[in-house]
């Protein structure tokens, strides 16, 4: 055991003293990678960022709008009746003076609201169904069956949007998986090919080192290591660029949200965010090392 | 320690380098394969050291049949035969220590053994006070014994040379016989291709002399 963790140890530090030899060719190699791996996971933080908005407002309500004659007592009756009503979790009243109050706050309707003779606004219910009864088939019977009270002039299944909002989160969950991919073999090309010239660049020293008893895996084992430091270094400075644009775009994000009312706020990395992408960073940069080390060390005959 | 029986070797470029080629060479012994360049000393040393395996025929080394030591096992069997090149093969951005260590690093020798080692090496040939030096600093002959010293590092029962003189000159050339000489009367076996039939005749070694790929004498 120790002899093998000295093994490793060894060509860890071999391949570190490679990169720190050549600092500007290794920088330019980690830069490349960091961009290729800060455009997914800075896609990827927006759709988390998003679903985490839409996580709070996804559940599915009914909102049930009286016929304006239709009196208070009357409204907060059959509210009552609905509470006993399998299915049913809550019940909200909404009486037309709480709606037109709540509307000349968050709206920018307020003066339009304030010429008005009387208010416009009908009585209406906020109807949250239990978990249990919130498919597609429990809600489209409970808004029938509301639509059937004489005293109703609208049930609005607030569902739509939700569909909407779940088809552009899949929609850029499946950009940032076709771009991922994308990248992800761009890093490993770009990996590849630079262990790829190490290999030609320290020809000699690796037919040497066959010639002496050197097996595959030893000659192999600083080429990984250099890769998956590669894949390290990249990632880290992707992580870099992701929490600085985050960083340089989140006030006037928070600005822009806070205009609409909305609460949606941009997400930092964190640690678990950083913990995968220096994972994946270096598992690209292992993949990519061995690739290459497979396909060109084997080529290589040592010669006497 | 070394059989040839009735060795054949065609290269896929289809010339014959050996044909029919007989020997035994036991252990202990220090023998010189001579002939001029093309008679198939080279095709000899890389069958023994398995970059070549036989076309036809037996290649017995260390108790090995060559041709039934799979390609994950070759590392293995190199690790017990030293080798000398005519020119040298030394890393020249590695120092002496490291280079003369390669054989017993990548055997995983401990650290303090692999130390011990090189340095015994390196005292054998007389260049202990250079273990600090780069390849480029010492003259030829010194790099040659540095390659020699890297052979005889791990202790290997066999010893394979291919023109180790080569490229020295005869002062040089006699004080490297002289350390083959003193490896040999250590109990090392020796195979040496050479063409400096003036050396060899000075040695008074065996000799298996080639021609055209086949064992004249």
Same mark, same amino acid.
């Given at each position: 055991?120790i002899?093998w963790?000295?093994?490793?140890?060894?060509?860890?530090?071999?391949?570190?003293?490679?990169?720190?030899?050549?600092?500007?060719?290794?920088?330019?190699? !980690?830069?490349?990678?960091?961009?290729?791996?800060?455009?997914?996971?800075?896609?990827?933080?927006?759709?988390?960022?998003?679903?985490?908005?839409?996580?709070?407002?996804?559940?599915v309500?009914?909102?049930?709008?009286?016929?304006?004659?239709?009196?208070?007592?009357?409204?907060?009756?059959?509210?009552?009746?609905?509470?006993?009503?399998?299915?049913?979790?809550?019940?909200?009243?909404?009486t037309?003076?709480?709606?037109?109050?709540?509307?000349?706050?968050d709206s920018?309707? !307020?003066?339009?609201?304030? #010429?008005?003779?009387?208010?416009?606004?009908?009585?209406?219910?906020?109807?949250?169904?239990? #978990?249990?009864?919130?498919?597609?088939?429990?809600?489209?019977?409970?808004?029938?069956?509301?639509?059937?009270?004489?005293?109703?002039?609208?049930?609005?299944?607030?569902s739509?949007?939700v569909?909407?909002?779940?088809?552009?989160?899949?929609?850029?969950?499946?950009?940032?998986?076709?771009?991922?991919?994308?990248?992800?073999?761009?890093v490993? !090309?770009?990996?590849?090919?630079?262990?790829?010239?190490e290999?030609?660049?320290?020809?000699?020293?690796?037919?040497?080192?066959?010639?002496?008893?050197?097996?595959?895996?030893?000659?192999?084992?600083?080429?990984?290591?250099?890769?998956?430091?590669?894949?390290?270094l990249?990632?880290?400075?992707?992580? /870099?660029?992701?929490?600085?644009?985050?960083?340089?775009?989140?006030?006037?994000?928070?600005?822009?949200?806070?205009?609409?009312?909305?609460?949606?706020?941009?997400?930092?990395?964190?640690?678990q965010g950083?913990?995968?992408?220096?994972?994946?960073?270096?598992?690209? /940069?292992?993949?990519?090392?061995?690739?290459?080390?497979?396909?060109?060390?084997?080529?290589?005959?040592?010669?006497a | %320690?070394?059989?040839?029986?009735?060795?054949?070797?065609?290269?896929?470029?289809?010339?014959?380098? *050996?044909?029919?080629?007989?020997?035994?060479?036991?252990?202990?012994? %220090?023998?010189? *394969?001579?002939?001029?360049?093309?008679?198939?000393?080279?095709?000899?040393?890389?069958?023994?050291? *398995? =970059?070549?395996?036989?076309?036809?025929? @037996?290649?017995?080394? @260390?108790?090995?049949?060559?041709?039934?030591?799979?390609?994950?096992?070759?590392?293995?069997?190199r690790?017990?035969?030293? %080798?000398?090149?005519?020119?040298?093969?030394l890393?020249?951005?590695?120092?002496?220590?490291?280079?003369?260590? =390669?054989?017993?690093?990548?055997?995983?020798?401990p650290?303090?053994?692999?130390?011990?080692?090189?340095r015994?090496? *390196?005292?054998?040939v007389g260049?202990?006070?250079?273990?600090?030096? @780069?390849?480029?600093? =010492?003259?030829?002959? &010194?790099?040659?014994?540095?390659?020699?010293?890297?052979?005889?590092?791990?202790?290997?029962?066999l010893i394979?040379?291919?023109?180790?003189?080569?490229?020295?000159?005869?002062?040089?050339?006699? &004080?490297?016989?002289?350390?083959?000489?003193?490896?040999?009367?250590?109990?090392?076996? =020796?195979?040496?291709?050479?063409?400096? %039939?003036a050396?060899?005749?000075?040695?008074?070694?065996?000799?298996?002399?080639?021609?055209?790929?086949?064992?004249?004498?």
């Amino acid at each position: 055991m120790i002899g093998w963790l000295s093994r490793h140890l060894q060509a860890l530090v071999f391949a570190l003293g490679r990169l720190a030899r050549a600092p500007v060719a290794t920088l330019f190699t !980690a830069v490349v990678i960091a961009i290729a791996l800060a455009l997914p996971a800075g896609f990827l933080l927006l759709t988390h960022s998003v679903r985490d908005v839409a996580g709070n407002a996804t559940t599915v309500d009914l909102t049930v709008y009286f016929k304006r004659e239709v009196p208070l007592e009357s409204v907060q009756q059959l509210a009552a009746h609905l509470r006993q009503r399998n299915g049913i979790e809550s019940v909200a009243v909404i009486t037309a003076d709480d709606a037109l109050a709540l509307m000349r706050k968050d709206s920018s309707l !307020a003066e339009a609201l304030g #010429a008005l003779p009387d208010n416009p606004l009908p009585h209406a219910l906020s109807i949250h169904p239990a #978990a249990d009864a919130s498919s597609s088939t429990s809600l489209g019977a409970l808004r029938q069956y509301l639509t059937a009270w004489p005293e109703v002039e609208l049930v609005q299944l607030d569902s739509d949007w939700v569909r909407r909002l779940d088809a552009i989160l899949l929609l850029m969950q499946r950009i940032t998986l076709g771009i991922g991919t994308l990248l992800g073999f761009g890093v490993l !090309a770009v990996i590849g090919n630079t262990i790829r010239l190490e290999i030609n660049g320290r020809r000699q020293e690796i037919e040497i080192t066959q010639l002496v008893g050197g097996s595959a895996a030893f000659v192999r084992r600083p080429f990984l290591y250099t890769g998956a430091l590669y894949g390290l270094l990249g990632s880290l400075l992707a992580a /870099g660029i992701v929490h600085t644009a985050v960083a340089l775009v989140a006030g006037p994000v928070d600005q822009l949200a806070r205009s609409y009312g909305s609460q949606f706020a941009l997400q930092p990395l964190g640690g678990q965010g950083l913990g995968l992408m220096l994972a994946v960073g270096a598992l690209l /940069g292992l993949a990519g090392a061995w690739l290459a080390a497979a396909r060109h060390i084997s080529r290589l005959q040592p010669r006497a | %320690m070394i059989r040839f029986d009735r060795v054949y070797k065609r290269y896929p470029n289809g010339r014959e380098a *050996l044909s029919s080629v007989s020997f035994d060479i036991g252990a202990g012994e %220090m023998v010189f *394969l001579t002939g001029r360049s093309g008679a198939g000393k080279s095709s000899v040393l890389r069958l023994i050291t *398995l =970059l070549e395996r036989p076309t036809r025929g @037996l290649v017995n080394v @260390l108790g090995h049949d060559t041709q039934r030591v799979s390609v994950s096992k070759v590392p293995s069997f190199r690790r017990q035969v030293g %080798m000398v090149f005519q020119d040298h093969r030394l890393l020249a951005e590695r120092s002496v220590f490291d280079n003369v260590a =390669l054989p017993l690093v990548v055997a995983h020798t401990p650290l303090r053994e692999t130390d011990k080692r090189v340095r015994a090496a *390196l005292d054998q040939v007389g260049l202990l006070d250079r273990i600090q030096a @780069l390849p480029g600093e =010492l003259s030829v002959g &010194e790099q040659q014994r540095i390659g020699i010293a890297r052979a005889i590092a791990p202790r290997p029962a066999l010893i394979v040379a291919d023109e180790p003189t080569g490229n020295l000159d005869p002062q040089l050339s006699r &004080e490297i016989l002289g350390l083959f000489c003193r490896l040999r009367d250590a109990g090392s076996t =020796l195979v040496i291709a050479s063409h400096d %039939m003036a050396l060899v005749n000075e040695s008074g070694a065996r000799q298996i002399h080639l021609d055209g790929g086949r064992v004249i004498s």
